[in-house]
């Protein structure tokens, strides 16, 4: 039989392939496992359902097994292996596994270069500083212990779980609320470096780091900011300087008033600009 083209970890539920993991539910390992152990066989619907639910297979729709396959699809996407669970018409389903090279992964790393300009390291007082270019900047200690786990990887998918143990061991059985801070948190610090964009929600999976960094939003200097709220202060000048004109024309030529709201909508709009 031929070896199938990721590893799966039925007690952890983790399935891997060329780096990228992600975690199934229990129903989704049962239901790959048996596709794993027929390669290129069509199995029935109702074989499927015995083994996955047992005896409550026979009071059950088989759109219930509709929606498992659907599910194990979606997540087995991240692995490019969305596509090895095959439909055969009025029968079942047949897992076609893919060869090594045909379908990678839609995480597998593809471009290193990119990273090669972020470099890190541990500060004093247990921090953590990273630059990027000529912009660096100090993360604290948990979301910096985040960054060097997903920039050991690149572009690999972190599962959730395996992030929350490594940030959290005494406490890794907690939801992934705290995990999402942390997330949001390192995002907040990596803007400065155009890096913020780079941390990726796979959904229902975790995160991973990706593609190129941005470059750093240009600061605009003193004298720029200077320049542009003396610009302003002439424009809100000018505006007020209009409408008095436009009340002194209103009063002359006896304008109606619909005529007069229109003109000043108008000298408003020009604040704007």
């Known amino acids: 039989m031929q070896a199938p083209p990721f590893t799966l970890d039925e007690t952890t539920l983790l399935v891997k392939r060329q780096g990228v993991e992600v975690r199934l539910s229990a129903q989704e390992t049962v239901l790959l496992t048996i596709f794993r152990n027929h390669p290129g066989a069509a199995l029935r619907k109702h074989d499927l359902m015995t083994q996955v639910w047992g005896r409550k297979a026979e009071w059950m729709d088989d759109a219930a097994l509709v929606q498992l396959v659907s599910r194990l699809r979606r997540s087995l996407a991240p692995l490019g292996l969305a596509r090895a669970i095959v439909t055969v018409a009025r029968i079942g389903y047949r897992y076609v596994p893919p060869a090594q090279a045909d379908e990678p992964p839609h995480n597998a790393p593809r471009d290193t270069a990119a990273h090669a300009a972020i470099a890190h390291c541990v500060a004093r007082e247990g921090y953590g500083e990273v630059r990027c270019g000529a912009v660096t900047v100090r993360v604290p200690q948990l979301e910096y212990r985040l960054l060097r786990q997903l920039l050991a990887q690149p572009h690999a998918v972190h599962d959730k779980r395996t992030l929350i143990t490594l940030l959290w061991p005494e406490r890794p ?101």
């Open 173 to 273: 059985g907690q939801d992934d609320t705290n995990l999402m801070q942390v997330v949001s948190r390192l995002r907040r610090k990596l803007i400065p470096l155009g890096l913020h964009r780079q941390i990726v929600t796979v959904p229902r999976v975790g995160y991973r780091f990706q593609g190129a960094p941005h470059a750093p939003a240009a600061l605009h200097s003193p004298k720029t900011g200077s320049a542009g709220r003396r610009a302003t202060i002439r424009r809100r000048a000018a505006a007020v300087l209009l409408v008095t004109c436009a009340m002194s024309v209103a009063l002359a030529a006896a304008m109606t008033p619909d005529i007069f709201v229109i003109l000043a909508a108008f000298v408003m709009d020009l604040t704007r600009t």
